[in-house]
């Protein structure tokens, strides 16, 4: 049963065509990662798949429901619900705290639990580092927060933007075994990466070039051999 | 968690808050200043316009139709006079503590050197207690400040005494300190007094020696009137009038107004056979710098309002634009329009809160400051200013962020997250 559907998806900024008749389906706890060059739509597709835009023509269908006639407002309820971003600059508040990140997230889902956002970033690796500020933390650790305030509303689906973009190959290695935990819990995750290396961590890969799919690799096969190897890397 | 935001968000851009706080403290001190000073100062300025003069003056109903008719006033135009004993009961009306000062004017003529001269009676000064128990301390005196006096002023008993006016006085070479005889009895010139106008050719004398001179004892030909008033608008012309055109409620809110109209009014209700009316000039003059003053301070009101929303409009949006990425997060964490413009406005509150307090304390420092340079005296605080500041600050400090909010709704998460 798909989760996500893409129909003959078009994004036209004036003249620019950043995505041209997109099709696309995504099952419940698949791991798609999404590559390409520079400006090959990328980042427009994510966008429209995060209820951040709205496709020119075509229709998304998330959870069963068409989004690309939905109005702002809707679709920040709908992010909101079924949506956990993680972004490649990380984007913590800078003036809260590692839990208190975590906890925003929470407050314009619903309730803000203090012990809930300790839990998901006890679940990170990052218990001892909850009351430090975003400055005080690595990259990695950055962005494990980010991770965590993704999860904490127990999302449809996770987003990355070049989740790895900004860290060094050890951070990169954790990422990744992460998101191959979420996966086993059932976790869909949606990651664009420039990094091919975490493009074929992900049990299927498509290329986009000049807006289109160019190809669609279904990586099943070779899916836990690339992730042990990525995890003995970043262990190494 | 909001609270923790918008406090935290307090401390880490205090730079920015404390100008918009800063500015507000402006705005806001100077708006108190003057609404204080404006609600205040009616009674100041008229206190200061009450160095010209009397304006209200109160002759016998025949004599004031005389006036009227042929605009002829003064001794010899009718044998029709006021009740001496009558005047104090100026202080007796509704509007009693409203009457600053007044005296009694008895015009009567003598012979002088061979010439007949004009002479005027009066109460140089006068010390009574009231049937209330109140002290009264009025008379010429207060009503004449810009006299120039070489000499000195009649005291309440100078019987014999005179003062004699500057062009008289050169005219017959008579000096403060000289004696002059009149209608064959001697006075002692006891100061020559400069007018600058008709008075010049006068001999001024207590009323009872000129009372004693024209055997007219215990009458007085006009009564002359200070009085504070309030400045007349449409109800009080109407009244003005006729008093009797007005409807019942229309004539307690006139009657129980300070009008120069509703004083007379009640005057002539103390006063037997008399007829008040206004110095027009005087009392329309007063009525005129006190409504431009008023604007002057409601303009200033005004423009200081404006210029503190457009300093806070330019400070807000600054502070938004770079806040920008914070707030997009927001909005793609799934924050509605509404709550980030909530998270933002109440930072902005909380601001000017802080700074509408600072600014009406100093407002009414200042405000003590202008009555004490201006009018030489502190200005009452309006208990009303509080809440007309507080609305004046919520409407400057939300249209100040009215850019800010358009900013903030048209902000797109993808803009700022992903830079395009």
Known sequence: MPILELNNVSKIYGNLKALADINLSVNAGDWLSIMGPSGSGKTTMINIIGCMDTPSTGSVILDGVDISKENASSLTRIRRDKIGLIFQQFHLISYLTAVENVMVAQYYHSMPDEEEALEALAKVGLADRARHLPAQLSGGEQQRVCIARALINSPQILLGDEPTGNLDEENEGIVVDIFRRLHDEGVTIIIVTHDPEVGDVAQRKIILEHGRVIDDIDQSATFGEALKLKSKESRA | ?420
């Open chain 2, 1 to 420: 968690m909001f609270w923790r935001m918008v406090t935290k968000t307090l401390i880490r851009q205090r730079g920015k808050m404390l100008m918009i706080a800063f500015t507000v403290i402006l705005g806001v001190s100077l708006s108190t200043a003057m609404m204080n000073v404006m609600l205040g100062v009616g009674d100041k300025v008229n206190r200061e316009l009450k160095v010209y003069g009397a304006n209200i003056t109160v002759r016998h109903k025949d004599a004031a139709l005389m006036n009227d008719l042929y605009g002829l006033s003064g001794q010899g135009v009718n044998d029709k006079f006021l009740q001496e004993e009558d005047v104090l009961k100026l202080k007796s009306i509704f509007w009693g503590f409203n009457i600053l000062d007044f005296a009694p004017m008895l015009e009567g003529h003598a012979e002088l050197q061979g010439e007949d001269v004009q002479l005027v009676g009066t109460w140089p000064e006068k010390h009574a207690v009231l049937s209330t128990g109140e002290e009264l301390h009025t008379g010429l005196k207060a009503l004449r400040t810009w006299w120039e006096i070489s000499g000195e002023w009649l005291s309440e008993d100078d019987n014999d005494a005179v003062m004699i006016g500057r062009e008289l006085a050169d005219s017959h070479n008579i000096h403060a300190g000289d004696t002059i005889t009149l209608s064959g009895k001697s006075y002692t010139v006891k100061g020559v007094f400069n007018d600058g106008g008709n008075d010049d050719s006068k001999i001024l004398m207590t009323l009872p020696a000129v009372q004693d001179i024209m055997n007219l004892h215990g009458r007085v030909s006009t009564i002359e009137v200070s009085a504070l008033t309030t400045p007349d608008n449409d109800l009080a012309r109407k009244a003005a009038q006729d008093p009797r055109s007005l409807s019942p409620d229309e004539y307690e809110t006139w009657y129980c107004t300070a009008y120069v109209s509703a004083i007379c009014h009640q005057i002539q209700e103390v006063i037997r056979d008399g007829v008040a009316k206004p110095v027009r000039q005087v009392a329309e003059s007063e009525g005129t710098i006190l409504n431009k003053t008023t604007l002057l301070m409601v303009l200033i009101t005004i423009l200081s309002s404006i210029g503190s929303a457009l300093a806070i409009s330019n400070l807000i949006t600054a502070s938004v634009i770079e806040r920008s990425q914070e707030l997009g997060l927001l909005k793609a964490l799934g924050a509605y329009n509404w709550q980030i413009v909530l998270l933002v406005l109440l930072e902005v509150m909380i601001t000017g809160l802080f700074g509408g307090i600072l600014g009406y304390f100093l407002g009414i420092g200042f405000a003590q400051i202008i009555g004490q340079t201006v009018f030489g005296s502190y200005i009452e605080i309006a208990r009303m200013v509080i809440l007309i500041v507080a609305v004046i600050l919520f409407f400057v400090t939300v249209l100040g962020s009215i850019p800010a909010i358009r900013y903030l709704t048209a902000l797109k998460p993808t803009e700022v997250l992903h830079g395009k």
